[in-house]
């Protein structure tokens, strides 16, 4: 067992505190400690998207991603996407256009395109399938998860979120 450090975090609204090695990665301490199983770890290299999170308000990658550089920041997972209310507008929209298969890169790709919405609410089809690139889907392929973001986004404007 190696030196533990102390780091302070805003997960999903709530403050945390957690005692890592230093080689701990994101990924590791959102399942592991804090029980964010909807963050995925699918290649363990940063190239396949399952992983992705929100921090400080941009998506990336969980799984090379030092746990100690998330002291002070804010970070989203899946399970805080939703509001009291419900579903986020992503979320619903992954439901209502069948937008998943197996599911395992859903997460990744909804808090992707959460960012990348957050960033720019009226995006293009080309906009929507360059922000989530990096977020491999095996099953369902890109076309069901575009239209999706889209409607989400057309949506989310509406709403004023």
Known sequence: MGKKYAITFTLNGAERTAEIEAGTTMSTLLREIFHQTGTKVGCDIGDCGACTIIMN?????????????????????????????????????????????????TPGMILAAKAYLDENPDPTEEEVRIAISGNICRCTGYAKPVLAILSAAEEMRGEGK
Request: include cysteine; charged fraction near 20%; glycine fraction near 14%.
């Open 57 to 105: 308000g941009r998506a990336v990658k969980s799984c090379i991603l030092p746990a100690m550089k998330a002291d002070g920041a804010d970070i989203v997972t899946i399970e805080g996407l939703a509001g009291k209310g419900g579903l986020h507008p992503l979320q619903k929209k992954f439901v209502e256009y069948a937008a998943v298969q197996c599911g395992y890169c």
